[in-house]
């Protein structure tokens, strides 16, 4: 998976992915996009555009779901999303904001912050991370 990931962040279309490894476009975008299951993440999937909207007029972009949801590993609690911002946020903007999504999407949202993050720490969400 990290590898169609680092294809694709390398400028390789979909389709040229997917003839490398044996599949089909849509199936690779499949891959590249967020598709979790169960109820949390029916409630992110439903609401991706709005989510997207609140997020790029807050200034953060790059939405990609991280932690259980994202893996599939234990019971989600909340959406944990990794955001890409310019400068982290203050901490009352970023609350405000985690309060924005997760009144779109219905559920608790906890947003992390790549600036903000220790290289080990973004090392293991990156590994994990999915795009919304």
Same mark, same amino acid.
């Given at each position: 998976?990290?590898?169609?990931?680092?294809?694709?962040?390398?400028?390789?279309?979909?389709?040229?992915? +997917?003839?490398?490894? +044996?599949?089909?476009?849509?199936?690779?975008?499949?891959?590249?996009?967020?598709? +979790?299951?169960?109820?949390?993440?029916?409630?992110?999937?439903?609401?991706r555009q709005q989510v997207l909207?609140?997020?790029? /007029?807050?200034?953060?972009?790059?939405?990609?779901?991280? +932690?259980?949801?994202a893996t599939g590993e234990g019971?989600?609690?909340?959406?944990?999303?990794?955001i890409a911002v310019d400068s982290?946020?203050?901490?009352?903007?970023?609350?405000?904001?985690?309060?924005?999504?997760?009144?779109?999407?219905?559920?608790?949202?906890?947003?992390?912050? /790549?600036?903000?993050?220790?290289?080990?720490?973004?090392?293991?969400?990156?590994? /994990?991370?999915?795009?919304?």
């Amino acid at each position: 998976m990290q590898a169609i990931r680092d294809a694709s962040d390398a400028g390789l279309s979909q389709r040229q992915i +997917g003839a490398a490894i +044996g599949r089909s476009q849509p199936e690779v975008s499949r891959m590249l996009r967020f598709q +979790g299951s169960g109820p949390l993440a029916h409630q992110l999937r439903s609401t991706r555009q709005q989510v997207l909207r609140v997020l790029a /007029e807050a200034g953060a972009g790059q939405p990609r779901v991280v +932690g259980p949801l994202a893996t599939g590993e234990g019971k989600p609690s909340s959406v944990d999303l990794l955001i890409a911002v310019d400068s982290p946020l203050e901490p009352a903007r970023l609350r405000d904001l985690e309060r924005q999504v997760a009144q779109v999407v219905g559920a608790d949202v906890q947003l992390k912050q /790549e600036p903000a993050l220790d290289p080990d720490t973004r090392a293991r969400l990156d590994s /994990e991370a999915i795009r919304l």
